[in-house]
């Protein structure tokens, strides 16, 4: 389950967009889903993928540049309402509940990712700054990525 809360002190809409398009880049990339747990926070972050090694560091070198050009290009960062049925049809629901009920919030970055989202995030994603990737690891079939925002 991924930790997002609006509420929480730490809880930075910048580093939440880049979580978004960091996830994009990651199926993009390797093909490997959404990253399955993420913990977001305003200093640094984490995010948890399904994937079968280490990263290399041309491999890291190359999903940070693909983030940042998606940041620079200043994509619009939109939210849309839709029902439940209509949102089945964009994006999986697999980990929305039930009780989340017949109105799906979806959040759109330009038309680079897409995903249904209860997070805070800017108007677009010039306003994210600089991706940089701390680090990263392997372990029993996970591949976990920290990062932050410079």
């Known amino acids: 389950m991924n930790d997002y809360n609006p509420n929480r002190k730490e809880y930075d809409p910048r580093m939440h967009s880049a979580e978004h398009i960091l996830n994009q880049t990651m199926v993009r990339m ?3 889903g959404r990253a399955f747990s993420a913990h977001i ?7 948890d993928y399904r994937i079968d090694r280490d990263l290399t560091e041309e491999e890291v070198l190359a999903i940070e540049n693909k983030v940042n ?8 960062i939109r939210e ?16 929305l509940p039930e009780e989340a009920g017949e109105s799906v919030r979806i959040i ?7 995903c249904p989202c209860s997070g805070l995030h800017p108007l677009t994603t010039r306003e994210i700054e600089r991706f940089k990737i701390i680090s990263t690891n392997y372990t029993n079939g996970s591949l976990r990525i920290r990062f932050k925002l410079v």
């Open 69 to 76: 050009e998606i940041i620079q290009a200043d994509l619009p």
């Open 80 to 95: 849309h309402l839709l029902s439940r049925e209509e949102a089945g049809k964009v994006v999986s629901l697999a980990k």
């Open 108 to 114: 759109s970055i330009g038309d680079y990712d897409v």
């Open 41 to 47: 926070e305003k200093k640094k972050s984490k995010c």
């Open 30 to 32: 390797f093909n490997c």
